[in-house]
């Protein structure tokens, strides 16, 4: 390649397509993640609509016209990305350039499987970045500390679930043996589905105990199912405190201006200086 190979042109190029693209504070960037979104809830609507036989029957032809349209827009806002970002491997395998290439596939796979172009819903997924556009990454920490206390809760609500499984065998078993197959518990796995859909309260009504023992059997299961509902949320609680706890807060020590400091905290990380207290304490 020589000198005069669109080198001038290129960098520039790929500055103002990155700052178009990937700085919402700019103007043009805020601009055009607004256009984006608009067209990501529209693209989506199309997909839905479609799925409606009457509305396919009328408008199939626009429709399909529409879904082209967004694909093939997606397409190059997609090869724009990779094209302009600091790193394209880097924005190719990371979370949002994954979903920004799935938005896409559906369509031009649907040309050789019919109906998979309805997995395009995977669309309204990237409306996640409507946190950056309207500046709510302050609500990404409480996110953090969501997924922190799930992490933490795993183990405890892993056992919760085996134990409660273990449960649904005995108690699907004990009703299988009490109704039989003339009142609907044909065999075990039935009565097993019986046992979860009551212990869930869900209550489908599709199946249910004829004799005595076995409504007295249920309605200990419905009483039990309270317990069952109530400890999972209780784990959770518990480590959604914890994780609140752990993670940094914007506290500022008034000495050395240090931030990043745990909710909890009462001296300085950097300087060693007691902390200002909470609100509220």
Not at 80 to 99: D, E, L, N
Not at 195 to 210: C, F, K, Q, R, S
């Amino acid at each position: 390649m020589t000198h005069s190979d669109n080198k001038p042109v290129q960098p520039g190029l790929r500055r103002t397509l990155h700052e178009i693209i990937f700085e919402a504070e700019t103007p043009s960037g805020r601009l055009f993640d607004v256009l984006l979104l608009w067209a990501i809830v529209l693209s989506v609507a199309t997909v839905v609509l479609e799925s409606v036989a009457t509305l396919r029957l009328e408008h199939g032809r626009l429709l399909y016209g529409a879904e082209w349209f967004f694909t093939l827009l997606f397409t190059v806002e997609y090869l724009c990305r990779v094209y302009c970002s600091a790193s394209a491997r880097k924005y190719v395998f990371s979370f949002f350039g994954i979903i920004d290439l799935l938005a896409v596939i559906p369509t031009y796979l649907s040309l050789i499987l019919v109906g998979s172009h309805y997995l395009t819903v995977v669309r309204v997924i990237r409306l996640l970045r409507v946190f950056r556009v309207l500046k709510m990454t302050r609500y990404l920490g409480e996110a953090e500390v969501l997924m922190e206390a799930l992490r933490e809760s795993r183990p405890k609500i892993t056992v919760f679930i085996g134990s409660v499984l273990s449960v649904v065998v005995v108690i699907g078993s004990l009703m299988h043996l009490i109704e039989g197959p003339e009142h609907g518990f044909n065999n075990i796995p039935e009565s097993m589905y019986w046992a979860i859909v009551t212990l869930t309260t869900v209550g489908y009504g599709d199946i249910a105990p004829e004799t005595v023992l076995g409504r007295l059997l249920a309605a200990a299961v419905m009483i039990l199912g309270y317990g069952v509902i109530a400890v999972p949320t209780g784990i959770v609680s518990v480590e959604l405190h914890k994780a609140a706890e752990r993670l940094p807060t914007k506290r500022r020590c008034k000495s050395c201006e240090a931030e990043g400091h745990r909710a909890h905290a009462g001296w300085c990380f950097n300087c060693g200086s007691k902390l200002p207290a909470l609100k509220g304490e």
